[in-house]
């Protein structure tokens, strides 16, 4: 839950991630601050999915460091996370927005999970079983599910992967009003259109390491790195 004390920025230093001999991230020095979306871009395999599982403390770092502006646990309590496929509990609509409200401990937890599914234009289906939804109904089930806990900031690994093109766009969206309400999104996408609609600043991540870190108008317009400039022109592989 949002409070005065405030987990941004986070600071990475020299963070590596290593699995099985093979070294997946190979010395990332980056900063997270507060603001609009930052969009981590990067060809399949580049280590974007692992790099937001470290951020979020499901990996432990092999090398390097994360500092956050809080102590960790303080930290981890500001953030949520979503994935490509949703994790849905074998219950109803409402009972899955309202789980993590009531593990936070939130007051008025019910009224909370509702005003979340309103949001997100589920409302009406609050007693249908969480798992016979559609799949863009279902990513819309967890990130209000994420939004309701009002997180600081709100991981989404390739949120619209598994979306067809109208999905996507309800999905979009809903991330614009969740960053406007304050929270600072940090997304992965392969998806060059998505990312500028969303970017307030961009990272490209190639084989493991960070190769540009730029603001997404200069990103976008004038790549800060030929391998950028590459990237956007579709000249590397996805
Ligand atoms: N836990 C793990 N153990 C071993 N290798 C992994 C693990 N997680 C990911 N990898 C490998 O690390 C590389 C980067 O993976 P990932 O972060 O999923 O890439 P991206 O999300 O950019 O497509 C891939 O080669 C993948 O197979
Ligand atoms: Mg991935």
Do not use: C
């Not at 990475?12 to 609009?36: N, P, S, T």
């Not at 969009?39 to 580049?46: D, E, Q, S, T, Y």
């Not at 090398?63 to 303080?74: A, I, K, Q, V, Y």
């Amino acid at each position: 839950m949002r409070q005065e004390a405030t987990a941004l920025p986070l600071r990475v230093d020299g963070l590596r991630f290593a699995a099985g001999g093979v070294e997946i991230l190979r010395g990332l020095d980056f900063a997270l601050v507060a603001g609009a979306p930052t969009v981590i871009m990067g060809p399949n395999g580049a280590g974007k999915s692992v790099l937001l599982r470290l951020l979020h403390g499901l990996l432990e770092p092999t090398g390097g460091t994360l500092h956050w502006s809080l102590p960790r646990d303080e930290a981890r309590r500001r953030q949520a996370m979503v994935f490509q496929r949703p994790v849905m509990l074998r219950r109803s609509v409402l009972a899955n927005a309202l789980y993590p409200l009531r593990l936070a401990g939130a007051p008025r937890a019910e009224q909370a999970a509702r005003d979340a599914l309103e949001r997100v234009g589920l409302a009406a289906l609050a007693d249908r079983p969480a798992r016979k939804l559609s799949g863009g109904e279902q990513q819309r089930l967890a990130l209000a599910r994420a939004w309701a806990l009002r997180p600081e900031i709100l991981f989404l690994d390739e949120p619209t992967a598994a979306l067809d093109p109208a999905a996507t766009r309800q999905v979009e969206e809903i991330i614009g009003a969740i960053a406007a309400s304050g929270t600072k999104i940090v997304m992965t996408t392969h998806h060059l259109g998505q990312a500028r609609r969303i970017a307030g600043e961009a990272m490209l991540l190639l084989d493991g390491r960070l190769n540009a870190q730029a603001p997404a108008a200069s990103f976008f317009d004038a790549p800060p790195t030929p391998e950028a400039a590459a990237f956007l022109r579709g000249d590397l592989l996805w």
